[in-house]
């Protein structure tokens, strides 16, 4: 069977190096977060953790009450499976700039086949040097590379290698390369169990047992494991596909003001995002429009659909955006106008019926070209929203946007508390001051917002802070009466000993009207 030769590309301790990316915490020269013992937690135990971590004792795999006896000053962060596909991401790119063909392993982890590269760059060890050099560019100073007849081997050169090595295997020392290493980089808590008990400890006593035993007692995974172990690397480095280029943009030279000069600029520009998804059998249902003026001025916004966007809608959106941000975002001629597909769905789910378009095809096509004249908010519809009561919650919506509500900062939805039904409901308010950060009572305005987000509830001679809040919402009462008429606002806080209360505004005054405990 012939071995391939791999170049594998290493990154230690990736979850930290992403988390200190996406924070802005990455210390230049260490590729981790600055001198701090972090620990990336998976079902309570550590799957990662920095340089500082690990000099007071924290290793992978420890439980989490372990990992913070030995270093009480330990920062807990939970893992996060987005976090380190999003960050890895930009650094596949860089490798596929200098060699196309990478296979993602996992993320901090990938391989090439060497044979191109060491072709093109002079050498397998050259190949490796230009690409890890690549990633010196992005920020990320410790690389390892390693370079091997298979992935399998490859991966274990890297990893035997120091900050920023390479480690070539020549072809055909494979074996006794791996031969002294334990069986724990198997990475099968099974067989390697299994494999103890038996007082088999190196890749090469494993490789050294009968073909032919293995398999009756571990089966076809251990007749794979066991190829692995003796430098038999059945694997091929499949290449990823790259995404396709989905999003389009142009530039204004010189820059444009008058919204129907930069919408007609546009079309053109819409037809092209249309048809490039078209071409991959996609079709765009959240767009999201971003616009740049020649000052540095930036506006965007995502925008929904009820089915999926043509080129005259892409249009009518940027028009509608224009006429919102001239002004406010943007003070300036626009100067770069980007679209790009927050979501796309495939075209076969969008295609017409077999007997035509249904009554709704033909009700989204008549309030679509209502709104196209009208603009964005000329067509609405209603929709519930968070609050108390049913006309409360009633919110109109523009034809095609998804209903949105003001939210608490920490509450999924206005109004949703961790809380029952009041369990107190006092007979007569109590007084109550609401104020923010700063200290300055907390007011609402004719449009029932907050003057600020509340941060103190004083109450029963008692400051109280805030950890959640929702609201507010107006009550109208006795609407039928004009003297005896009111209206005033209620606001949901929850205080930091997670008691949840009522309060309602009227003017300047605040009052508690229950509890919830």
Partial sequence: MDVVRSLVLW??????????????????????????????????????????????????????????????????????????????????????????????????????????????????????????????????????????????????????????????????????FLSDLSVTTLEDEELIGLLARLGVRTLGEFAELDVEKVRGRFGERGIRLHALAGGRDPRAVIARTPPPELERQIAFEPPLELVDQIGFGVRTTADEFIDNLTQVSLVCTELRVEMTDERGGFSERVWLHPTCFDAPDVVDRVRWQLESA????????????????????????????????????????????????????????????????????????????????????????????????????????????????????????????????????GLDGRQRPVAAWAGPWPVRERIWDAERARTAYRLQVVDADQTAWMLVNEGERWWAEGRYD
């Avoid at 979850?15 to 020269?29: C, K, M, N, Q």
């Avoid at 007979?427 to 001051?433: D, E, K, M, N």
Wanted: positive net charge.
């Fill in 11 to 176: 990154i230690p301790d990736w979850p930290i190096v992403a988390l200190a990316r996406e924070t802005g915490t990455l210390a230049g020269g260490t590729g981790t977060l600055a001198g701090e013992p972090v620990a990336i937690m998976r079902a309570n135990r550590v799957i990662a953790c920095s340089a500082a971590a690990r000099a007071e004792g924290v290793r992978r795999g420890q439980r989490r009450r372990d990992a913070q006896a030995r270093c009480p000053a330990l920062q807990v962060v939970a893992d996060d499976a987005a976090r380190d596909h999003r960050g890895f991401l930009p650094i596949v790119e860089a490798i596929e700039a200098r060699a196309p063909g990478v296979q993602i392993i996992r993320p901090g982890l990938c391989a090439l086949r060497a044979r191109g590269p060491a072709r093109y760059y002079g050498g397998e060890e050259d190949a490796a040097r230009v690409l890890r050099e690549s990633l010196d560019d992005l920020g990320i100073p410790d690389t390892r590379a390693g370079v091997a007849d298979g992935p399998f081997t490859a991966e274990q050169a890297a990893r035997r290698t120091g900050p920023g090595g390479i480690l070539v295997i020549p072809s055909g020392d494979t074996a006794a």
């Fill in 326 to 457: 001239i002004g406010n975002d943007l003070k300036s001629g626009v100067a770069l106008v980007r679209l790009i597909p927050q979501a796309v769905d495939a075209a076969s789910h969008h295609e017409p019926g077999l007997f035509g378009q249904g009554a709704e095809e033909r009700v989204h096509h008549a309030l679509s070209r209502v709104q196209a004249m009208l603009g964005h908010r000329g067509v609405t519809t209603p929709t519930l929203g968070g609050g108390r009561w049913l006309s409360e919650r009633q919110t109109l919506v523009p034809w095609g946007d998804r209903a949105t509500v003001p939210r608490s900062r920490a509450q999924p939805w206005p109004g949703h508390l961790p809380a029952p039904l009041p369990s107190t409901v006092f007979p007569a308010g109590q007084g109550a001051a609401v104020t923010d950060r700063e200290g300055r009572s907390v007011s609402i305005d004719g449009r029932g917002l907050l003057s600020a987000p509340p941060a103190q509830l």
